[in-house]
């Protein structure tokens, strides 16, 4: 339901509606909480929806979803029953002085809240226990089913109903470990059979006599660029020095995966494809991503192709044009081939490799051109990502960090017009926006700067303030670090109908189009695109109609995705810290507030560490600290503060995993 107030908000109609938000929409109206104007009904301005958060002492906050709006207050006379995690509707009271206030008019139900709770003794008793909060549960097994299980069983637990959904297993079991974190946000790992027999029915091969309407490119010396593992490829390239042209192909998801049909409306559910260190839970089924939609070597495959036409000079985007194609990969590359090529590494092994190898040199200065011509409007954030790798009983085996290369660089630059050129076609759809920091959160970080030694002298601009903090931590050596806290005090990229445009790249307009396999946004924006290139108004119509409820419920999904994966990776540290109580390690502070942190940097690197004892501890410091306690069930590791330490033997030091993706 929570996704239905969040359509109402802006805007829903009736034909649109499952029969359950029908019952519930006309009951709405009959209260008079409704606008109803020809066959859409909003929720009149008055109210807002929106999910209950309770105080210790009594009143709660409304979280308003569907719309950007501070919380409200309620006080405890107001909630009229309503409870934590209730979805309600509320009515603003207008004229109250002190914060923005409101009264409890109509409850919904429970938010759809899942969790994850343990067995474990109390006072000798088996209780159920919640995993991410340590408190019991209101939820309660039966003391017959208790006989049945031990301490450490797993069970996912409905909050919304009330009930205990699913026995996962043991804590004991580190394979267990994938099975709570997608529980935690109710994330499929399966898909349905029906679901599975549909995605089959498309056969395992393009026939390309089939589709004669597609511009054929399967003549051009496409290729792919992916990271080793990589089984689901979304984009290809080729780069056409004569007519000093980019090509970038996407797969064309939406050629097979049909509006509101079964496998769309699985896709709209998971949102996202969730990377855990050891395999992928995708967003579509196997058949269609890692087979006839992946753009994969010597096989013919449907795409939805952007020609992008550069100035040779400027290297300005001078045209664009957009096909639906047929296309052909004459080779998949990996990161690592292609830098060992850059370096003089690594020669062609055949023909196809001579054709595709003969373009990369000029497009790698091209793109690096473009790089550095988007900096004088973008930031360079100076990050790198952990990777896991798992042994095969499901326990960490080695954690590495990979800079970005000339690899890296190349695609994401291509990837960076593709995107810009697919937003520019639209002036309301689904964009990718990344708003300006917020005051508030910029003077925290000068604070947190300051600390460190940092004298913070405000320029013209945010721009010239956040590069002048940057030349001064370069001279600290805390480039990374530095960095890390900028991107931290920053809004959080998101998925919105209207433009407003993207901070972080410096670009005015900016969209999804590149990870249709992966990313339903994509998915929305081809399907958009394909009815604005047939001047099909009726559909694009038709698509848009709840564009602003499924831009908020992308969004949300994005970061469950996000959590998902972080969920399993602090659940592996807190396993490898397990095992290693009374152990000496090395790490660095990354934070000293609201308490002390670090990150682990010794034979693992990435771990988050809470520390007890604060005897003198700099942020950005680095220490050797001893682990005193690590809980699987909620991930957390503990550690005593021993001494500090000049410099961490390893050169990768880093303040912190940065978020996955700002872009």
């Keep these: ?38 066959p859409t009904y909003t929720l009149n301005s008055k109210y807002r929806a929106g999910i209950i958060d309770m105080t210790q002492t009594g009143p709660g906050y409304l979280k308003v979803i569907g719309t950007s709006m501070k919380d409200l207050f309620i006080e405890e006379k107001d909630l009229n029953g309503a409870d934590k995690e209730d979805l309600v509707i509320v009515q603003r009271l207008i004229g109250r002085r002190g914060k923005p206030s409101a009264v409890v008019v109509h409850i919904v139900g429970k938010a759809e809240v899942y969790g994850v709770a343990a067995i474990k003794l109390v006072n000798g008793q088996k209780v159920l226990s919640d995993l991410k909060t340590d408190t019991p549960v209101t939820i309660k097994l039966p003391l017959k089913a208790l006989d049945e299980y031990t301490v450490n069983d797993v069970f996912q637990i409905d909050y919304q109903n009330e009930l205990i959904k699913a026995h996962l297993g043991s804590l004991d079991d580190p394979f267990v470990d994938e099975l709570i974190a997608l529980a935690l946000f109710n994330r499929h790992n399966e898909f349905d059979e029906s679901i599975l027999e549909q995605a089959k029915t498309f056969g395992e091969r393009v026939d390309s006599s089939q589709y004669p309407q597609r511009k054929d490119l399967r003549h051009l010396p496409f290729c792919t660029i992916d990271p080793v ?40 559910y998971r949102g996202f494809t969730v990377y855990f ?50 296309i052909h990969s004459r080779r998949r590359y990996n990161y690592a081939e292609v830098d060992a090529f850059f370096e003089g590494e690594l020669k062609a092994k055949d023909e196809h490799d001579k054709v595709t190898m003969a373009y990369l040199p000029k497009l790698k200065e091209v793109t690096e051109g473009l790089r550095e011509k988007r900096m004088v409007r973008g930031y360079d954030f100076r990050s790198r990502e952990f990777d896991i790798h798992l042994n095969d009983k499901g326990l960490i085996e080695s954690v590495h960090s990979e800079p970005e290369t000339p690899s890296h660089g190349l695609i994401e630059d291509c990837m960076l017009l593709a995107n810009k050129a697919a937003a520019s076609m639209f002036e309301r759809g689904v964009f990718r926006v990344h708003e300006s920091p917020s005051p508030l959160k910029l003077q925290a970080l000068y604070a947190q700067l300051s600390s460190i030694g940092i004298d913070i002298e405000i320029k013209g601009s945010i721009r010239q303030t956040i590069e002048d903090i940057q030349r001064k931590a370069d001279q600290l050596g805390l480039a990374e670090e530095v960095d890390t806290l900028i991107i931290q005090s920053q809004m959080q990229a998101r998925y919105a109908p209207d433009n407003l445009g993207h901070f972080g790249l410096g670009f005015d307009t900016y969209t999804h189009f590149t990870s249709p396999i992966r990313r339903y946004s994509d998915l929305m924006v081809h399907r958009l695109l394909k009815a604005i290139l047939a001047d099909d108004i009726d559909q694009a119509g038709y698509l848009m109609r709840n564009i602003d409820a499924l831009c908020e419920q992308i969004s949300i999904l994005e970061r469950e995705a996000d959590n998902t994966a972080k969920d399993l990776e602090n659940r592996k540290y807190a396993r490898w810290a397990a095992e290693r109580i009374g152990k000496r390690v090395k790490a660095r502070v990354v934070s000293l507030e609201p308490y002390p942190v670090a990150i682990l940097f010794d034979e693992i690197i990435g771990a988050r560490i809470f520390l007890r004892g604060d005897e003198g501890l700099q942020l950005f410091g680095n220490i050797e600290v001893e682990l005193i306690e690590a809980s699987i069930a909620t991930t957390k590791i503990y550690a005593r503060f021993i001494s500090h330490i000049e410099v961490l033997e390893e050169a990768e030091a880093l303040a912190g995993p940065p978020p996955k993706e700002l872009l």
Excluded: W
């Excluded at 829903?12 to 938000?21: F, G, Q, S, T, Y």
């Excluded at 929409?25 to 109803?36: M, P, S, T, Y």
């Design 229 to 268: 593992t990589a089984k689901d490829f979304d984009d290809a390239i080729y780069f056409d020095e004569k007519e000093f042209a980019l090509y970038v192909a996407i797969a064309d998801v939406s050629a097979y995966v049909e509006p509101f049909g079964p496998i769309d409306t699985e896709a709209m």
């Design 277 to 326: 260190p050891h395999k992928s839970v995708p967003m579509l089924p196997r058949e269609l991503s890692e087979n006839l939609c992946s753009l994969r070597p010597n096989e013919d495959r449907l795409a939805f192709t952007f020609k992008i036409f550069l100035d040779p000079q400027t290297l300005d985007v001078t045209s664009t044009e957009l096909y639906e194609t047929l």
């Design 1 to 38: 339901m929570k996704i239905f107030l969040i359509k109402l908000t802006h805007g829903v109609i009736e034909a649109d509606l499952k029969p359950n938000e029908k019952e519930l929409l006309h009951e709405l109206d009959a209260k008079g909480l409704l606008n109803h104007e020809g």
